[in-house]
């Protein structure tokens, strides 16, 4: 079975700056992917980063950036230089390696950023 | 990323009727998968779609509520029957791509409210 945990309900953080939402994971797979979406209050889910088990680099995409650390089964999403339009729900969510497998969501974090 | 589309992207509806959600992808894929976010809630996820075949439905979820199908690789369709109150939610259509396994992609998703 698979879990994801992410802690803080909600986060606020000032206009350009860096902000870290905290995501931690458990699974007995040997293989898998982590993944963050945003979703804005329109309700839609926006694809941001992906990271492969397997993957010895963090991955990056423009803005958000993943610290990836393997041991302590964590995944952080972080968003560097805020935009008011960051202003939105986070989800953190896994996957075992190969299409068959659904995703695992944590519960969300909020996200508001503030002049 | 796929460009994903979902009919309606909202609905209000009376106890008792049923809805069929419609999502229609621009190119072909391996998987697709309905979720549903319940208000205030996580993603969760409903079933699996398979072309030509019965879905593959997750615990608490089944057929005679929630009949799903998908004639071909880039259309799939929900229903949801005799709703409730309950069913109040968002569902939200998601594919893995043939040339982007790694990473999956959901639609606008379709708001639902059930009097």
């Known amino acids: 079975a698979q879990k994801i945990t992410q802690t803080q309900p909600g986060m606020f953080v000032q206009e350009k700056e860096a902000v870290t939402l905290d995501c931690t994971y458990d699974?007995?797979?040997?293989?898998?992917?982590l993944f963050w979406y945003k979703q804005p209050s329109s309700g839609e889910m926006i694809f941001l980063i992906y990271?492969?088990?397997?993957?010895?680099q963090n991955a990056t995409e423009g803005r958000y950036s993943l610290n990836f650390q393997k041991a302590r089964k964590s995944a952080n999403l972080v968003i560097s230089a805020s935009q008011l339009g960051d202003s939105a729900m986070y989800f953190c969510a896994m996957r075992a390696t190969g299409t068959a497998s659904k995703l695992t969501f944590g519960t969300g974090t909020r996200l508001q950023v503030t002049l | 990323s796929a460009v994903i589309s979902q009919k309606p992207s909202r609905d209000i509806c009376q106890r008792g009727t049923s809805l069929t959600i419609q999502c229609q992808v621009d190119s072909q894929v391996t998987m697709m998968f309905w979720y549903r976010q319940q208000p205030g809630q996580s993603l969760t996820l409903i079933a699996t779609?398979?072309?030509?075949?019965?879905?593959?439905?997750e615990s608490g979820f089944v057929i005679d509520k929630f009949p799903i199908s998908r004639p071909n690789l880039t259309f799939s369709t929900l229903t949801v029957s005799n709703m409730s109150p309950e069913d109040s939610s968002i569902y939200l259509c998601?594919?893995?791509?043939?040339?982007?396994?790694?990473?999956?992609?959901f639609g606008p998703g379709t708001r639902l409210t059930v009097l």
């Open positions: 699974t007995s797979d040997p293989s898998y992917g």
């Open positions: 998601s594919v893995v791509r043939t040339s982007s396994p790694d990473t999956q992609y």
């Open positions: 779609a398979n072309q030509g075949s019965e879905a593959t439905y």
């Open positions: 990271q492969g088990s397997y993957d010895q």
